[in-house]
């Protein structure tokens, strides 16, 4: 995934929480990306390539139905 996004966009991951979803808010970004889990509310914090790598597409803030 290449592209831009920014705070409050959703992000659709190629693999799925523990909690079993895949659809994360973003909450911060610049060289570290944080991202909350929408079912659970667990923050992970991650590198801006691996975050990259990790992320099939983002969501605008304004619709988020995948």
Do not use: S, Y
């Not at 914090?45 to 619709?63: E, I």
Request: contains cysteine.
């Amino acid at each position: 995934m290449t592209g831009p996004f920014a705070l409050g966009d959703t992000a659709v991951m190629k693999k799925p929480h523990a909690c079993g979803e895949n659809l994360w808010t973003i909450i911060r970004t610049g060289a570290d990306v944080k991202i909350r889990c929408r079912r659970c509310g667990r923050i992970v914090m991650m590198d801006r390539a691996d975050f990259l790598r990790q992320c099939r597409r983002v969501l605008p803030a304004g619709g988020e139905q995948p």
